[in-house]
């Protein structure tokens, strides 16, 4: 018996979009093109009717309807066809199956054999690939990158590695009819994981071969499993030639589509006040504010009034730079971590919640502004000196340039920070250090500017901050970039002053150091130990920052090593301390002197802002700055440096390398590879318990290892990747 499907039996997936009607019936321009023909090194399709070019060889996958493909057809009569080629000239309607898998600009019967004056009747199409050069490779990138980033505003960043352009120019329909002509194009966009595919129109002057009866064209997309596809307005209808004139986009003659997915997703601006149809990017940035962050969603008009809320961190003002994106510059934090973020686009009157942020974490150092001196050497990234000549540089990215006004103005200031009360960072004050630098002075968005710090960034109670650089245009701040954080070099009486007065604040280490594990006695070791310990980013080997373990320099004249690698402690201990471990040269744990490793009063990774003031500004009095050695051995006494260990404490266990400790105190390192029992604890039935292990007893309590090879290393080394208990006491508890 056989069973036949009804039409109600099958369902057919269908995206509905609401495309753009425009006033205005201006067609794409040519010149809006991407570039086309022998000038652009096009291959031109030989004249025919219904027939194609290919398969080619793609460089990059191309992603379409969840499938990935590494082979393309060019059709003739208007068309992209992945599996198969496809010479059909009468357009089947979509969905359809067997295997034809299209993306179709304008799917009728195109004949190219008929006579044109002037140039037509051409089909052209190249395939660039990102790695080789060719004549239109860079223009035909950069607006690849463009139209991604200006149509999916919602995007992260997209950087193609492939784009194939097809481009029918004048092209007559069956049998060579040259009275009426069409010119349309076809451009596919790729990263290998995102596709993207724009349809540009500029003149449609036949719906179908036949001028005035069906069959007409159709244009669109079709998965060809007979189930997924999308189609243009107007297809199948006479009025197909309207698309010269109509957009998803705003823009005549432009339709654009990200096409990767099991559906297609149309680009542009959408309707709605639900957080659904919100984006913001990026999602972290500096703790130090002015980060722009890209309000997606919405379609805007110069009349939205945006307002961003950050938390409890205040509300800012926002910018609408276009219909599809609008910008908020993030607020000062008192403390990283995330945030919850939401938007009001009626002055205020109520607010729906986007993605949250992140506040990142206090840092040395920043690429998007570096200090120098004038002599082009980098600045230790934590410090800078009053009177000292400097250069800093900066770099607004192209997408931010294009968010300027005409007419906006570059100025540099000081902002001092320190700790208050509550342990939050908080803006002592601010001090301009320039003002009214002209953008148009700007090459490629890289400024140099040259200035001397002034006396006045230091004050008796702040001697930290940060320099940040910020785009104004009628007192309205459009971007701003900041350095890291800073210490002021203080002169060494003052420094030694702070170091005294820090110290009679402190308590004892021994108050808040206590079950801290002890750092490993090689790099190798604490490599191992990811549980544990992770790299420090501020210092380790092959690191390309000048100022690679600034903090960790030992003093020559008490011959003290300096360290090359740390790694800092993943976890803290009742009091919120951790520790860091530092290596010399050799791989060997520093345990004394300034290149050694101390335990912190507060984790760096926890409490950013609390280690910068409790442990490295000292450190920077009391070590860096003084020139007493008594104020720096009291830094070590209030901040000790670390001590190693091959063993985990006095409870027994297992760590690292591995390294074991067993229960009655014997330490000892196994490289074994495989499966082993690891603890056995045997059952009170048995009265004379083995010195050794015997499998064929009664075990209470029965756990065992598996240990690997430790990945991507040339050390004979394993690590423990798997653990597993097994008890016969019903009242063992996990």
């Known amino acids: 018996m056989s069973i036949t499907p009804t039409m109600s039996a099958i369902k057919y997936l269908f995206v509905l979009i609401v495309f753009c009607s425009t006033s205005n019936t201006i067609a794409m321009q040519l010149s809006d093109f991407f570039p086309y023909g022998p000038s652009a090194g096009d291959i031109t399709m030989h004249p025919n009717d219904d027939q194609s070019d290919g398969p080619f060889n793609l460089p990059s996958i191309f992603p379409y309807f969840n499938n990935n493909h590494r082979h393309i057809y060019v059709g003739n009569n208007g068309l992209f066809a992945f599996l198969e080629q496809i010479n059909q000239y009468t357009p089947d ?10 993306i179709t600009g304008f799917w009728s019967d195109i004949d190219t054999l008929g006579r044109v004056s002037g140039v037509g009747n051409k089909v052209y199409y190249q395939i660039y690939d990102s790695t080789l050069q060719s004549p239109g490779r860079l223009i035909t990138f950069e607006k690849a990158t463009t139209f991604v980033r200006q149509y999916f505003p919602r995007e992260r960043p ?6 194939i352009t097809g481009t029918w120019y ?15 194009q076809i451009v596919l966009v790729t990263d290998e994981q995102r596709s993207f595919t724009f349809l540009l129109y500029n003149d449609l002057q036949w719906a179908g071969p036949k001028y005035t009866t069906e069959p007409w064209a159709q244009a669109g997309f079709n998965g060809g499993d007979g189930v997924v596809f999308e189609m243009l307005p107007h297809s199948r209808t006479q009025d197909i030639v309207k698309l010269v004139s109509e957009s998803n986009v705003n823009v005549p003659g432009l339709f654009v589509f990200r096409t990767d997915t099991e559906t297609i ?11 659904s149809v919100y984006s913001l990017r990026p999602r972290i940035g500096s703790q130090l504010g002015l980060t722009s962050l890209n309000i997606q969603g919405p379609c805007y008009n110069m009349t939205t009034t945006l307002k961003c809320q950050f938390g409890s961190y205040g509300i800012v003002d926002g910018i609408i730079i276009n219909e599809f994106r609008a910008v908020c510059l993030t607020p000062f934090a008192p403390q990283s971590g995330w945030i919850s973020v939401s938007v009001s686009l009626d002055e205020g009157a109520t607010y729906s919640p986007i993605p949250s942020y992140t506040y990142a974490p206090l840092k040395f150092g920043s690429d998007d502004v570096r200090i120098k001196y004038s002599n082009n050497q980098l600045v230790f990234t934590g410090q800078i000196s009053v009177d000292d000549e400097v250069v800093i540089d900066w770099l607004f990215s192209e ?35 320039a003002q009214a630098i002209t953008v148009e002075s700007l090459d490629n968005g890289r400024y140099f500017y040259q200035f001397r710090i002034p006396s006045s960034v230091s004050t008796q109670s702040t001697h930290t901050g940060f320099i940040r ?5 009628n007192s309205v701040i459009y971007a701003g970039l900041n350095t890291g954080i800073l210490a002021i070099k203080l002169q060494a009486s003052l420094a030694n002053d702070l170091c005294r007065s820090w110290e009679s604040q402190q308590p004892e280490a021994t108050t808040w150091n206590t079950d801290m594990l002890p750092c490993p006695m090689t790099r190798d070791q604490a490599m191992a130990a990811r549980c544990c310990y992770e790299l420090d980013q501020e210092c380790f080997i092959g690191s390309t920052n000048p100022s690679n373990c600034w903090l ?11 360290a ?3 790694y800092l402690s993943k976890g803290t201990n009742r009091f919120s301390a951790g520790g860091e471990c530092c290596y010399d040269s050799s791989n060997q744990l520093i345990t004394r002197g300034t290149g050694a490793g101390s335990d912190d009063r507060y984790r760096p990774n926890s409490s950013p802002v609390g280690h910068f003031y409790s442990d490295i500004v000292p450190y920077i009095w009391c070590c860096l700055l003084s020139e007493s050695s008594e104020t720096c051995d009291t830094y070590y006494r209030l901040r000790p440096t670390r001590r190693g260990s091959n063993t985990m404490g006095e409870n027994g266990g297992t760590w690292g390398d591995p390294h074991y400790t067993t229960l009655d105190g014997t330490s000892y390192t196994f490289n074994g590879y495989g499966e082993y029992t690891y603890l056995a604890i045997i059952d009170s039935s048995v009265t004379s318990p083995p010195a050794i292990f015997d499998p064929s007893l009664q075990y209470k309590f029965m756990s065992q290892i598996r240990t690997v090879a430790l990945p991507n290393a040339t050390l004979n080394a394993t690590v423990t990747k798997s653990f597993v208990g097994l008890s016969n006491d019903i009242d063992a508890q996990p």
């Open 564 to 566: 090359t690698s740390c």
């Open 158 to 163: 997209f950087i193609p590695r492939m784009v």
């Open 469 to 473: 650089v910020v785009a104004r245009y």
């Open 170 to 184: 004048r092209v007559g329909a069956y049998s060579a009819k040259t009275d009426k002509l069409n010119t349309f």
């Open 552 to 562: 960790h320099k030992g003093r020559p004249m008490y011959n003290e090593a300096s």
């Open 399 to 433: 997408y931010i340039l294009e968010s300027f006004p005409n007419g906006t103005l570059i100025d540099v200031e000081f902002q001092g920070v320190k700790q208050s009360n509550d342990g939050k960072l908080e803006i002592t004050s601010t001090i301009v250090i």
């Open 93 to 102: 309607p979509f969905p359809l199956n067997d295997s034809r898998r299209l």
């Open 265 to 275: 997703t149309e680009g542009g601006c959408g309707n709605g006040s639900s957080s």
